[in-house]
């Protein structure tokens, strides 16, 4: 590029910055409604209702019962980088809340039309904010918040190309809140497409009990609780028998500190322990649940917060490895189970 040809340096438009950030988080509209679903579970929901049309595309709303938000912070919330969830790096590094980067209703909202109701808990009254004109209005509500996105990707078509059909972008939007669901059995989770209520987990008192709802029956028969402590990381949940694995690998989640997570480390050390059960391309199904130390592991390395790192690997991936040699290995748990049936 000829000098002449090369321009000032300039700090980008607020509303371009929102944009490029944007395209890291949301991908679809699953990734939206996985933004929201974090959200509701920040504030404490006990139930939330997912309403969507057009597989997302034209409206995402997510409808929680949790402390929503104060008038006077509404606008706050669509600010970049404004949180509620962490005020310090300490505050970082030991992070219990599922959000912390305050950037995805910010996102959201500069490439989707965006609005917010809340009522605030203990609050007489509840408001509206319109996302594109920043208008508060009043509204009537029960305490909590709903979030509304319409026409998704209207301002970025490029993005919008790369969007599959109705069906598809539904399916994914679905399985972003049966990994919600997995991770909080005592939540109720419905699900609602063009009017039509397509899931529906209600609350559950145990964790196996929304396993089944949510995964079937039979992932729960032909499966082996999962128990184990090693130092500072305790792995719990279930791992199918080795009858049990599937073609694809379209029944396996781990969750680490109730974070859905997609992690080497975790997937090396679970094909590992079923290494000698399982054969050729057989995929094991799982519902896994690590607990360590939040000063042990890193969330902020993706904007997703889909990956994660581990302080000591080693640790971590012999703690997953014999977790689940030794359930597999516990007097055929398993079939006993699924015999019973
Ligand atoms: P983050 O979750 O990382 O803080 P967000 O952009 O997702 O960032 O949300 C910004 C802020 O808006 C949150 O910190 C929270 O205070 C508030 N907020 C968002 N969604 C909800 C909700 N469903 N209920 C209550 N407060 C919410
Ligand atoms: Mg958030």
Redesign the pocket.
Known sequence: IAAAARRPIRELPDELISQIAAGEVVERPASVVR??L???L??G?RQITVRLSAGGVRLIS?E?D????PRE?LP???RRH????IASLLELETVG???????????INAIAELS?Q?RFEGADSAFALDGRTGELRPVARAT??T?EVRELFFATPARRKFLKTDATELAHCIEAVRRHALARPEVGFSVWHDGRLVEQWRAAAERDQRLADALGEDFVKHSVAVDRQAGPVRVTGRAGIPDAARSRADQQFFYVNGRFVRDKVLAHAVRSAYEDVLHGQRQPVYALYLEIDPARVDVNVHPTKIEVRFRDGREVHQAVRHAIEDALAAPRAGEAAAAAA
């Open positions: 933004e929201l974090d959200n509701a920040d504030a929901a997510v929680d949790g402390l929503g938000l912070e706050l919330a669509l404004a949180t509620s969830k809340t599922m959000g912390f980067r305050g950037e995805a209703l910010a996102a917010v809340s909590g918040t979030v």
